[in-house]
């Protein structure tokens, strides 16, 4: 069946580095999506790897995708409160539209 | 260029009653999604329309719970009647029908309180 986990809750220092995990099941997926909801908004697209690809970087931004593992990372380098949030992580499933699986969600806390 | 829009932001009824949530997609996008966020836990996809078809409606809970999309523009979420259970946030997104990534644009989401 298709579902992603990811941990619930995340603790970090500012200015250290944050990693938020996350295992998904449909080894189909093309595109795999880092979502981050702040407080009183809607969800917003933080960032997205390809499936072909085994990492991306984007500014504080690293992605790391583990095909064999169907293992997924966000580390978020110099972590400030403004990172506050819930990060979702999400797969597509084959189908050929834009069907999104999403975990639960990690809250990031970040601490002065 | 507007983003996506739901209304209400929030609503609270009795069970038993009915709830009518709104959706107003990025003009120019084909596709509509509902989702929805119960008791903090996964996003749970609900259904997708692409104009005003129902592609996908395999994560209706019930027959409860009605969606349309009349002439492919804004969408409508009734269910009719609450029941506790129902209570979560009811996320829409819309997107592109040529999107190069799959990105979905999301609304802030409409909070359900069924007491």
């Known amino acids: 069946g298709e579902d992603v986990e990811q941990s619930l809750f995340l603790s970090v220092r500012e200015g250290d580095s944050s990693v938020i995990n996350c295992t998904y099941t449909d080894s189909s997926s093309t595109y795999l999506y880092w979502y981050k909801q702040e407080p009183g908004a809607g969800l917003q697209l933080l960032t997205y790897?390809?499936?072909?690809?085994d990492m991306k970087q984007d500014q504080r931004l690293t992605v790391l995708l583990n095909k064999k593992d169907k293992h997924l990372s966000l580390r978020i380098a110099d972590t400030q409160t403004g990172d506050s949030a819930i990060y979702f992580c999400?797969?597509?499933?084959?189908?050929?539209?834009?069907?999104?699986?999403f975990g639960a969600g990690t809250r990031l806390a970040v601490h002065p | 260029e507007a983003g996506v829009t739901q209304f209400p932001s929030h609503s609270v009824i009795e069970k038993g009653q009915t709830v009518t949530l709104r959706c107003d997609p990025i003009s120019g996008h084909d596709n509509l999604y509902w989702y929805r966020r119960v008791m903090g836990k996964e996003i749970k996809f609900l259904l997708h329309?692409?104009?005003?078809?129902?592609?996908?409606e395999s994560g209706m809970p019930n027959n409860r719970f009605l969606a349309e999309r009349t002439g492919g523009t804004y969408s409508t979420l009734k269910v009719q009647p609450a029941e506790l259970e129902d209570s979560g946030v009811y996320f829409c997104?819309?997107?592109?029908?040529?999107?190069?990534?799959?990105?979905?644009?999301f609304g802030e989401g409409s909070r359900l309180t069924v007491l």
């Open positions: 999400a797969e597509t499933i084959s189908g050929g539209y834009n069907k999104l699986i």
């Open positions: 790897i390809f499936s072909n690809m």
């Open positions: 997104a819309s997107s592109p029908s040529r999107g190069l990534t799959g990105e979905l644009f």
């Open positions: 329309f692409v104009k005003e078809s129902k592609q996908d």
